[in-house]
Every structure is written in C-alpha cells, then in structure tokens.
C-alpha cells in the first residue's frame, strides 16, 4: 500500500512543486516507484516533470486528453452511472520509475461541489460519494503501477480541495521560506488542520457505506522543508537564518502542539531518529538541530535553471551535462560542488521521510 505525502502551505511561492518533484525523484534512486499527484489547477508540477509535452493531458484532440486527475473523477461530479478508472500515467522525460497523474486546470471548479458534499455529510445521495472520489482515483493509479509513494501537490489554499487531500494522505510536510507571511501562515494552518480532523473525525463514518467511501485517518506532519534563502559562507545569510529559526521555533512551540492535540503527529522518538541523518553543513541550522526541520534548502542560483532546461533535478545533473551547457572552469567547479551538496541534501530529506513515515 501506498504512502501519501501531502507538499501543503496555503502561502504560495514556498517551493511545493519543486519539492515534490524533487523528494519525488530522489526516491525512485533508493528504489521506490513513485506517483506525483498534480492537485494544483496551475498544473506546474505536470509541466515540471513532462516538459513540452504536458499539454497533451488535457488539451482536447490528444489521445491522452483525458488522462488527468479531473477527467478521472468528472463521472461522479457529473452523476453519470459510470465508475472511476484507471489508466496507464506518463513517466518523467528522464525516470521511469518516477510516475505522474497528470493535473488539469478545471480542478479547482470541483471546489464547489466537494464542500457541499462535506457540508451535507452524506445526507444527500447525489453527493454521497464526491469525497471519496480523489482517492479512489489515486488509489486505483498506484494499484496500477505498483506505487511505493505518493507526493502529492497541491494549491495554495484552505478550501474544501485540500482539506480532501489532506484527508486521503498519510502525511503533510510543510514548505516554507523566511519571510513574515510564512511564519504568520504557521498559525492559521495549526487551526485549519484542527478542524479538518475535528470534521473527518465526527463525519467520516457518515461515507463509510458509499461507493467511494474515505480512507481512515488523516495527514499527519512530518516536518517542514525551508528553501529559497540566500547563503553566505554556505550557511544561510543573516537575516534569513534570523527568520528561519524564527520559523522553526513558531513550529516547536504552536504548531507541534496543536497536532499533538489533534493526533497529527507521528511517534515524537521518530522525528528524533530522523535528526541522527546527517545533513550538509548549508542544510542544518548552525546553532542546533531543529527536530521538526528536514533541512533548509538554499537557492542554487545557475544550477536551477540548467537542470530546468535539462529536464532533471539538480543532484541529477552529470559531468556530461555540464560540458552540453558549456560550463568551465571556476564556474564548472562551482556547480559541480552545487549538485554534489544538493545530492546529499535531498538524500538525507528522504532517508528522514522514510523514518518519521515507518517505512525505513
């Protein structure tokens, strides 16, 4: 059975798709067959892993145009007596072990609907099996392609979309970047998070007879990933390691105990195995380890837009691309140094996943 992973911030602009991608990729190198699930409308994480030919999943006139997460569903929304389906998901350009159900820009339209249908608590047959229906839809894409993980990303909101996402996954991790709207996020996400479980706890047995009845349990948090900071001496800058400890101390001291309130929190002595995994110096925080921080993921400036036009990751980055973009020199080694700490970054961000999830 699957793990689902939910990349969830309803501030935008904190790097959820990229880190999908990435956590993604990074684990079909330790032998995982891995899902992404594009639940944003924006359908950048679809863009992000089948390049040029992203379009043909939902663009009218391709044999795959149906071949998304809203075409997927559309039948229960629509109320045509026909079942959800499965189908064969589009592999990364470069990963053949790294799946994808594609997104669609009409998802967010189904907004609507899934509150309502959460509104009503099942009382309404027409509505009855609307919550279920996501995951149904994934569930039926891992069963098909034998998924060890699911990543799932999402939009940056708090509306009825994701409280289903949330609802359908196994765990959230938490992007975030050092500035004053991610930490006063922190806040408002602890108390939206208390009432999606306090919902799914009261109502979700009200879908158990359904067609597509919801899972059991809920997203529990596995950590926060920091990213989009500048470094100095490979350690983050002044002010944003100011406002990154700020960050992980709003976690420590409000967010952590909501979920523990809430029963969101896996086993604590798991997130302090997870901080024996030794992280690149740029990654920690300086002064001490932060128990709920998988690492802090610094701007990699050029080498982010190499492995955007090379259709990989950066820790994938090879010798023979850096000769195919025409680096040399102090440049080449200053890359060459970038993709090495990036490898060993996003290895030790996975080894924790797997951890503080129970599936190390």
Known sequence: ???????????????????????????????????????????????????????????EGSDTAGNNLYDAVRPVFDGVPQPIEGFNCPTAAKNSELYLLPGHPNLSSLEGQISLAQETRGTLSV????????????????EIHDIDYSIIDVNPGL????????MISDAFIVPTNPDPFSLMSLKTLGLEVEKWVEWKGRFGDSFSNATYPLPDGW??????????????????AGRYHQRLTEIDEKIEKELVPRMLA??????????????????????????????????????????THISAELEKPIFSVTEDDLDEVGLYGNVKDSVRENVATFNELFDSVCQKIEIITGND
């Open 1 to 59: 059975m699957a793990t689902r992973i939910l990349l969830f911030n309803h501030k935008g602009g904190v790097g959820k798709t990229t880190s999908a991608y990435n956590i993604g990729w990074k684990l079909t190198e330790s032998g995982k067959k891995v899902l992404l699930v594009d639940g944003d409308s924006q359908v950048n994480l679809t863009a992000r892993t089948l390049g040029a030919s992203f379009e043909d999943y939902f663009e």
């Open 262 to 303: 809430c029963d969101s929190m896996f086993d604590l002595e798991l997130y302090g195995r997870a901080q024996d995994i030794d992280l690149p110096e740029s990654a920690r925080d300086p002064d001490k380890l932060r128990p709920y921080a998988l690492a802090r993921v610094p701007d990699f400036g050029q080498i």
């Open 159 to 166: 509306g009825a979309l994701n409280q289903n996402f949330f």
């Open 219 to 236: 997203a529990k948090f596995c950590g926060a990933l920091h990213s989009r900071f500048n470094r100095h001496k490979s350690k983050a």
């Open 127 to 142: 509505t009855k099996n609307i919550p279920g229906a996501l995951h149904r839809a994934i569930s039926l894409m891992e």
